[in-house]
């Protein structure tokens, strides 16, 4: 059999890191038909490092467009503390750059224009480039500029030729999400001005790998990325990274700032102490990765240990959050609807649906009171403080919280 090809260098892929078996697509939900129909499918889940340019990544088996399909179930405005997130990245930036009218932000991968309209709001003229048509139509009735499509090197020409230049480009949580890494950034480029800003957003390979975030592997995200290994990718399109913030989102992640390589911005020199932290942390070294999977055997065991237990105290454990990671996570655990007997979230999208693989039904948060769980785990602990928020009134009869990151932690 002949092993994978790294998706930046085209090395072969020989170093394993972790295997979570076959899974359905994490933002796959099922309608109860599509189950007696035996419409779900399901894809190998192998997580590899590459020896010579060090990207770590999922084996490609499984198209983009049928990932990102016009039923696509990710809708970010869903979240308040990411709202939050990008009203703040929006006011900073106009500041920043000193944007305004006669200015011009492409988003890419806009979904359905949450960030885009702080921008419009702000005086600023935007366009977003969105794959998945349904998010796309969302932006669209709110009145921001959307084109349905991939964005890449053949994008960004099509848009050059039509006389497009931005002042800024953003893509939050995108450059994992693109099989062909390489062909995804040469179209930068073509649309950033001589003077312009790109800003990439990603989760942090480092918090992954330092806090066993194992949940975060799930198909569309085909990469898993350092500062160190994304300088080397913006390099082949004539790019480079003048100043790096770390954030907290998505369990810790990096916020990039890149510009031409020609252009004058003076590196900042947080820039150099992250290549020393990763570095430090051992990111540059493939034997780093290979004690990953016992971590993650570790975490899985501790939960399965938490279920049984519950189940032998006769409580009833309900979830909160229908999002990819608690998807690859119920998944990899082997948990079904008999341990979790539902889980709750605020998407209308997912609502009366089945998550895929483990089946357990999404419903309304509003009928919590009617289930009246013992246990509520939050999935998307990222978001724990917001959800607990969100939840209290369960406290009414009891309910504790409980997360899984990557210790099992009971809260009342």
Known sequence: MTEPACRFCRAPLGLPVLDLGSQPLSNAYLSPADLAAGRERSFPLRLRVCACCL??????????K?????????????????????????????ARFGLGPTSQVLEVASNDGYLLQ?????????????PTANTAAVAQAKGVPTEVRFFDEATGRDLAARGFAADLVHGANV????????????????????????TLEFPHLLCMIERVQFD????????????LVVEA????????????????????????FCCHVEAPFIEAQAVDRLRLAEREAGLADVATYTTFAARVDDVRRAFVTFLDDARRDGLRVAAYGAAAKGNTFLNSCGTTAEDVVCVFDRSPHKQGKLLPGSHVPVLDPAKASEVRPDLLLILPWNLRTEIMRQMDDVRRWGCRFVTVAPEVEVTA
């Open 233 to 256: 990718v913006l390099g082949t399109a004539g790019l480079r990274v003048y100043d790096v913030e770390r954030l907290q989102t998505h369990g810790g992640s990096l916020r990039l």
């Open 66 to 94: 049928a990932i990102f399909d016009g039923d696509y179930a990710y809708f970010s405005s869903f979240s308040e503390s990411w709202l939050a997130h990008c009203r703040r990245y929006a006011a900073d930036s106009v």
């Open 216 to 227: 975060t592997i799930y198909h569309e995200h085909f990469s898993y990325l350092s500062l």
């Open 118 to 130: 702080f921008f419009a709001d702000a005086g600023v003229p935007v366009l977003g480039i969105e």
């Open 55 to 64: 990207l770590v990544q999922v084996d490609d088996s499984v198209p983009p």
């Open 175 to 198: 450059l994992a999400h693109v099989p062909d890494i390489r062909g995804f950034v040469a179209g930068f480029p073509h649309v950033l001005k001589a003077d312009g800003t790109l």
